[in-house]
């Protein structure tokens, strides 16, 4: 068993799984109000980007990893209608549990699974679309999950990662700023939690830039992989599709 990054932090790989479900164990009750303090609102907009670059259809069967609060699973089971499937899953129970009470309280009963993306608990060409949104950097080993989301994909199918990224140079030192001085003040103002919110920045910084995490799926059963940047590089969604 080898080492991998928390944060900045090196640790041993079996370790790195229950210090992040730690992180947001402390930031659940909490996450959708600090997702807003921290981005302007800006996710709602990344979020919905994403949402329509899936295009989901009447009928289609969507997992949504990492689902957390359920804002996404929301959104691809209102366009999925009564014939088709979204499910909506997430390692950490806290944050699935959280995602869940929002989803029965909007009047949507959707499938909900903890589950371990590296370990999917589908069959093979199952699902029409695979999304997962500020989740893959978290993950011990990404090559893992993206042949898991591989698998599960039909043919053709399409998996759509939403993630912060490089951020253009320009951009850098305020962003810097930002993460690294107002964020964890914000964490431990609002959520009681700084070390979290800055183990969330440092994450950040580890994550794979858009042209690596393109590699990497391209590698990783995508044949055809686009990325989209959004504010400055903040975020990028990257699109692929499963090749055959």
Not at 14 to 35: Q, T, W
Not at 54 to 69: F, K, M, P, S, Y
Not at 83 to 112: C, K
Not at 182 to 211: C, F, T, W
Request: aromatic letters at 8%; proline letters at 2%; charged letters at 25%.
């Amino acid at each position: 068993m080898g080492s991998t990054h928390f944060g900045y932090e090196s640790v041993d790989e079996r370790d790195k799984a229950r210090r992040v479900r730690g992180v947001f164990d402390s930031v659940a009750s909490r996450y959708d109000l600090m997702n807003d303090l921290m981005s302007g609102g800006l996710h709602r907009a990344w979020k919905a980007y994403t949402v329509m670059v899936a295009n989901v259809q009447e009928g289609q069967r969507v997992l949504d990893i990492a689902g957390g609060t359920g804002d996404l699973a929301l959104a691809f089971a209102r366009k999925a209608g009564r014939t088709g499937q979204v499910v909506h899953t997430d390692i950490n129970e806290a944050m699935l549990r959280t995602g869940r009470d929002r989803l029965v309280d909007a009047g949507v009963i959707l499938p909900t699974l903890v589950c371990d993306a590296e370990q999917l608990p589908f069959p093979n060409n199952h699902f029409d679309l695979v999304s997962v949104a500020f989740g893959l950097r978290n993950m011990t080993h990404k090559d893992a999950a993206l042949r898991e989301m591989a698998r599960v994909l039909k043919e053709g199918g399409k998996l759509l990662v939403l993630e912060f990224s490089e951020v253009a140079k320009p951009l850098r030192k305020a962003y810097d700023l930002y993460s690294f001085s107002v964020l964890p003040k914000l964490g431990r103002l609002v959520a009681g939690d700084a070390d979290s919110y800055r183990y969330l920045a440092e994450s950040i910084r580890m994550h794979p830039n858009q042209q690596e995490l393109k590699a990497l799926m391209q590698v990783n059963g995508f044949g055809h992989v686009d990325y989209h940047n959004m504010t400055g590089g903040v975020v990028a969604l990257h699109v692929g599709i499963k090749c055959g």
